[in-house]
Structure formats: C-alpha cells, structure tokens
C-alpha cells in the first residue's frame, strides 16, 4: 500500500543554509509519527514544507500518492491534510467557537445569495456546524470556552483550540508543532490523552515535540532530525538504542 | 445561546429603525433633511467599506473611486442615454465589480502601506478620468443627473407625494427611501459576516496563516470582499448622484475616500453600527465647525491620528464599554 504522506529527497535552502537537507520518509496511514531533534533542526521548517507554507527547493512531497508540489496550504487542506502551529495561529477577532467553526469552512459551502438572505439552509448548516464546534470543544477539553473572546482565554485552552479547530476540517492527518511547549505536567498528561484519542479515531497524527517521555510513549514511528538531515529511523525502542541517537541528542 | 445570538443581530437593526423612524420630529427644514438623506448614503456606503477594512482587514484608501464610478455610471446612463435608474444603479453595480475584481486581483496581493498606495492609485486614476473625459463626464464642471425613477415613478426632491394619504414633500419621501436602503446595508452587512462566508473574512484579518490551513482560500475572500464593498459604494454613488441632481468628480476625490476611512476608524472598525456613528459623527461635525471650513481635512487628520492613539476600537465600541461597566458597577452596589 502507499504511504499517506511521503517524503522524498526534501531539501529547504534558506540563502547559504540548508533547514532540510535530503529528508526522506514515509508515513502509513493511522500511526502516529514524531519528528524530534535539537533546536533549529528544522523540524518546523519540515512541517511548512509538508503542508505547503514553503516552497522545497528540490525534493517531493506526496499526499495520498499526489505530488503537493503546485498546491497551496488550502487545497491540501481540501486533500485532508490540517495542522496546529508552535506560534499558535488564532483568530483573535473572533471568539472560541468561531475559530472552531472556521475549521468547518470546507464542509460549509454556500452561495453569496444564500448569505446575504440569511436563507433557512444556511441557519441550518451554521446551527449543525455550531454544534459540531460545541462538541470538539468539549472533546479537547475547552468546552467551557464557547463563546469567550479568543483573546481573553489562557495559553493552554487556546492550544486545544487549536487542536479543535483542525479537527473540526475532518482531517485524514493532522500536523501537530509542539503541542505540548508551555503545557505543564498535568495538561501534558491530558494532551497525551488526546493524541491517543486523536489515533484510535484512525486519523493520522504527525507530532514535533521535545517531550521525549511524551513523543516516546505515544508515537509507532519517530524521525530523528539533527542540522536538517535525518539522524535515525525507526520504533520507539530503535531510536532509543540508537548510538547517533544517544550522542547527539539524547545526551549520552 | 443561539436564540440570544439572533436577538443581539436583530437588536441593534431594531434601535436603527426606531431612530430612522422618530427623527423626523426634529427635521424642521428641507436642509435638515437632506443632510440626514446623505448621512444615510454615506452611512451605507461606509457599512461596505467596514467590510473590507474592519473585518477583512484590508485597506482601501481609493474607495470613494467606486463611489463616483456608481454616480457617473448612473447619471451618464439616465442623463446621456435615457435609461431607467434601476437598470442603471444595477448595471452600474456589476460593472464597478468586474472593475474592482480585476483592480483587486493583482494590488491585493499586497500588504499593509503597499495595499494602500496601491488602492490610493485606483482612486487618483479614477478621479483623473473623471476630470478629463468631458465629452463623456462634463469633466470639472461636472454633469446634471435626472431625477430618480423607481420603475416609472419619479422621486424628486422638489416633487410632492402622498403615502397612505399623507402628504410628504420630495425629501421626506427621500429620507424613507434612504432608510430603507441603509437598513438594507446593514441587514446584508450582518447576514455575510455571520456567516461561512463573514468568518473566512474575518479570518484573513485573524490569521491568515490559520485560515489557509483549513482551506481558505485567502486570496479569493480577499477579492470577494473587495468587489462586495465596491459594489456598495456603487449603488450608493449612484442613488447620490440622483439625490443630488449634479456631480463633480469632487464624489471620487482623495479627501472623500479620506472621509470614508475616517468615518470607519473613528466609528469602529468591525462594528457595523459604529461606523454608521462615524458616518453621522463625521458628517456632523463640518455644519458645527462651518467657521473653520478651510482647516476641515486637517480636522479629519487629527481625529484619524486621535482615535487611533486613544480609541483603537472606535467610538461606538468604547462608549458600549465604559456604559456597561457603568451599569455593571451600579448594579453590584445595589446588589
């Protein structure tokens, strides 16, 4: 079978400066696979490659056996593909909910005619997709949130915002970046819960993190990155004996 | 909870008709009537602008190019031509939005200062062939327009008319005309930004980052909302010009498309019925300060720089604030 997302030859120049050096990997539908590896590794550089905020410099990325080399971020969103961002990215002119419902924009499709007359089937959409929102709220642990100003909520509840917002898209995978940066070990316990919930939904769950009793506990398949190349490959306990592994940032 | 949603939507459309409907009482003269007729207009005008500007958050320092475009539109195809209005204000429409799609296309690509020097170009061109196509536009001296005919029935400000049997002059039928079309504005202004459609816009201004991650398509709700605020300014210019009988290419001038700005900014960018407050506050405050006339673009700078610094959130929504912390305080001591 081929991989969901496929990785080949990647390379991501910035000027002089390789980010991604000659990346090359596969991920199989319904695992969940990390990217770990030291600051400035290019792990996030990787991320914006795979969900086209960046434009490779050579390489191929393939989403379902389609190259995404001409697509934009919101046509690989339309091919499934949705992510979260270390920078959070929310909308701080609208509120909880409404950054949630903005993840439905694809399922919500409606005509200028259809808007400006506020139509019964566009009341009706907006009622289902509101209640929808209201239950992946719930789902990620923010549901007390519904109608808050997005700016007035704290930093952990917008990280399940935004968690909520991807998965209201009807993801096939979804790209987390350091979900669990400035999360302490009680919500990181939680977050790990939900990433687990995320899976066993069958969706496909990329990960960067530096929690390493996180990354290893939850993730089938992790790539090591170390200055924009890859170090290792492999299972949880291959990467663990792993002797590059260990010199290079496991610190052993 | 989405009962109350719908109640505050229709609250705030319920306390403009009331005061359309009792303003009346305090307009003793034809003058008083047809500056409250071009605050509605100008008022509608801005609630389009607010889309692009406040919600979107794109700028459009040129947009009183638009405005003119819809007044000339429609004064040459009913003087000139012989049309009827609502074929022309509609014509007109469609063809101000195909203009403000190709224009938008390309500039919107910009960001920030270059957005704007880009859409305070579109203005300046359009101005500039106001001005210099007389055999078309009368050119500086402008052009007369006809009267306003709705489907063979002709408004005009000198003309007198009976509604149910009650006699109104030209310009009370005109202030009910401008009524109506304001509260449709504003009624279409609320519809699109709840709305899919108002939250990907929105989202452009939130994050556009965020928005093209889940499958907006940015660039495509950029020109939307720019040909939708064009097309307000179009209908808009067109039922001015009618209004006023006469134009000048002054109606897509720089200062106007300064005023619209102003008028949003000052109002509350994002808030449809600050703007309208704007508009008001805006077109108000030249009739009070008539002595200093020639320091009025400097005024309009100043409250610009003034609301940005103190009010960033315009007007409308600070007053809401500072009252409903009022009332909230006044009522925890009774409590």
């Not at chain 1, 919101?74 to 091919?79: G, V």
């Not at chain 1, 968690?163 to 999360?183: Q, S, T």
């Not at chain 2, 202004?189 to 709305?195: D, G, K, M, T, V």
């Not at chain 2, 008539?290 to 320091?295: G, H, T, V």
Request: charged share 15%; with cysteine.
């Amino acid at each position: 079978m081929t991989a969901l997302v496929e990785v080949k030859g990647l390379d991501k120049a910035f000027g002089g400066v390789h980010a991604v050096e000659g990346v090359s990997f596969a991920v199989e539908a319904g695992q969940v696979y990390s990217v770990i590896g030291p600051n400035g590794a290019g792990k996030t550089t990787l991320f914006n490659l795979i969900t086209g905020l960046y434009i490779p410099t050579k390489g191929e990325i393939r989403l379902n056996g389609e190259s995404t080399a001409k697509l934009e971020p919101n046509q690989l969103a339309e091919r499934g593909m949705c992510r979260t961002f270390q920078q959070m990215q929310i909308c701080m002119n609208m509120t909880a909910i409404e950054n949630v419902m903005l993840g439905r924009h694809l399922q919500l499709k409606s005509t200028l005619f259809t808007t400006l007359f506020r139509l019964p089937s566009l009341r009706r959409n907006e009622a289902a997709a509101r209640k929808r929102a209201a239950e992946l709220m719930e789902y990620v642990g923010c549901g007390e949130y519904l109608d808050t100003e997005a700016s007035a909520m704290s930093y952990g509840a917008l990280k399940r915002l935004e968690i909520a917002r991807a998965l209201a898209a009807d993801p096939k995978v979804i790209l987390l970046d350091e979900p669990a940066a400035g999360l302490n070990a009680v919500e990181t316990a939680a977050l790990e819960e939900l990433i687990r919930k995320i899976a066993d939904q069958g969706i496909t769950v990329m990960l960067v993190e530096h929690d390493m009793k996180l990354v290893m506990g939850i993730s089938d398949r992790l790539l090591v990155l170390n200055y924009g190349r890859v170090l290792a490959e492999g299972t949880p306990e291959e990467i663990r004996q792993n002797p590059d592994v260990i010199a290079a940032y496991l610190g052993g | 909870m989405l009962n109350r949603f719908m109640q505050s939507r229709l609250r705030g459309m319920v306390i403009l008709a009331l005061i359309l409907i009792i303003l009346p009482v305090f307009l003793s003269n034809p003058f008083h009537y047809e500056l409250v007729i071009q605050m509605a207009i100008i008022a509608a005008t801005v609630v389009g602008l607010n889309l692009l500007v406040g919600f979107a958050g794109q700028i459009s320092l040129g947009h009183a190019g638009f405005f003119g475009l819809g007044a000339y539109f429609t004064g040459i195809a009913t003087g000139t031509y012989g049309w009827s209005s609502v074929p022309a204000l509609v014509v007109g429409a469609i063809t101000v939005g195909i203009i403000a799609w190709v224009v938008g296309r390309p500039i919107l690509r910009l960001k920030g200062h270059y957005l704007s020097m880009a859409t305070l170009a579109v203005g300046f061109i359009i101005a500039i062939i106001l001005n210099n196509e007389r055999a078309i536009t009368g050119g500086p001296d402008g052009m007369p327009v006809p009267a306003l005919d709705l489907f063979g029935w002709e408004l005009s400000t000198f003309g007198s008319y009976s509604l149910f049997g009650l006699e109104i002059s030209g310009v009370q039928a005109w202030y009910i005309l401008a009524s109506v079309v304001l509260l449709l504005a504003v009624w279409f202004a609320q519809n699109l930004i709840e709305s899919p459609i108002g939250r990907a816009l929105r989202s452009v201004k939130g994050s556009e980052v965020a928005a093209s991650v889940v499958g907006v398509d940015t660039a495509k709700y950029k020109s939307l909302v720019f040909v939708i605020s064009a097309i307000y300014a179009s209908v808009m210019g067109g039922l001015y010009a009618h209004f006023q009988g006469f134009i000048t290419p002054a109606v897509a001038s720089f200062e106007f498309s300064i005023l619209f700005i102003t008028m949003v900014v000052l109002g509350g960018m994002g808030s449809t019925f600050g703007v309208i407050l704007g508009a008001v506050v805006l077109k108000l405050l030249p009739q009070v300060l008539a002595d200093f006339q020639e320091l009025e673009t400097v005024m309009f700078g100043l409250i610009l720089m003034l609301t940005m610094i103190f009010m960033p959130k315009g007007l409308l929504p600070t007053l809401v604030a500072v009252v409903s912390r009022r009332f909230g305080k006044k009522a925890g001591g009774e409590a």
